[in-house]
């Protein structure tokens, strides 16, 4: 009988062995060791024994059902392994791939958009764009501007300084000056950038965005520089927008004027069509949109030596901001939104 066991112990090696599947291994796990298999019959039959031949016949079946079962564990272990490998193997993601569904592909932050309209509208009428440093001499933020040792933004509670006479640029004006000592008359150039201020509320924050204007030749008069605008604000605005100027103080511009659009939300009437006022204009029927005015001639004098003689040219000067005219025409009640980074804010204008 122990010869018996111990074939029947190696028949089920070999089929162990050679079993390619967990249900394979099942199956033959049920017949080498299940209630009705050859093996566990003999086991119980020990007691019907001799009794001299039931300790060895009882040891050798025990160890064969034990091998037995360390080997079927053994193999259903590699056989697991192996079927997860054909698994991960088969179910590899390619993460270069689009997803499914496609993601969008992103847009312009609302900021960009507009300052790219805002230099389109000015490419249409002549100018070109040029870019400068944030990081300014005092000299060409203030002093070449005509700006008064007192004027209250060279304070520090107004303006970020890196030292007595290097700042974060307060606005894109100093271009007006660089731009004329490296070339000459006529020119006509809008400088767009980031500028800071010591600000931040629902109006305004430490850095921002502007557009600077300048436009200079021997006749150019305010209705130029009124017609510029007004060219400037029906694109931005709408055809139907008209603009005024109301007299203002720059330190860099004589005349000075503050320019407004005719309201886009009422029409210019200043009351809505159920007859309550206009909340966008607060029943005024226009909108402030910028500052302007004509190149004060201390500006000029101060870059006579490069063909700027305020006796032989002149020019008008305009600064916007680009979170301004986004606001007013996207309906932008807080400008801290523009930078709070809010998916739901940003998908809006895609």
Known sequence: MIDRIEQIRAEAERAIGAATTLAALEELRVRHLGRK??????????????????????????????????????????????????????????????GSPAAPIGHLHLLTATRREIEDVFCG??????????????????????????????????????????LLRTHTSPMQVRMMQQHPPPIAHIYPGRVYRRDSDATHTPQFHQVEGLAVDVDITLADLKGTLLAFARSIFGDERNVRLRPHFFPFTEPS??????????????????????????????????????????????????????????????????????????????????????????????
């Open 257 to 350: 004027v503050e320019v407004d659009v005719s309201c886009f939300a009422c029409r210019g009437t200043g009351a809505m069509a159920d007859g309550s006022r206009c909340r966008l204009c607060k029943g005024t029927g226009w909108i402030e949109i910028l500052g302007a005015g004509m190149v004060d001639p201390n500006v000029f004098a101060y870059v006579r030596e490069h063909g700027y003689d305020p006796e032989q040219v002149q020019g008008f000067a305009f600064g916007m901001g680009i979170e301004r005219i986004a606001m007013l025409r996207h309906g932008i009640p807080d400008l801290r939104l523009f930078y709070d980074n809010d998916a739901r804010f940003l998908r809006q204008f895609g």
């Open 37 to 98: 298999a050859e093996l566990p019959n003999l086991l119980r039959g020990v007691a019907e024994l001799p009794p001299e031949q039931r300790g060895a016949v009882g040891r050798a079946a025990n160890e064969a059902r034990q091998a037995l079962e360390a080997r079927i564990a053994a193999r259903g272990a590699e056989l697991e392994a192996a079927e997860l490998r054909e698994r991960l193997e088969r179910d590899r993601a390619d993460v270069t791939l689009p």
């Open 125 to 166: 009428l002549g100018f070109e764009v040029h870019e400068g440093p944030e990081v300014e001499l005092a000299t060409y933020n203030f002093d070449a501007l005509n700006h008064d040792p007192a004027h209250p933004a060279r304070a520090r509670t107004d303006t970020f300084y890196v030292s007595d006479d290097v």
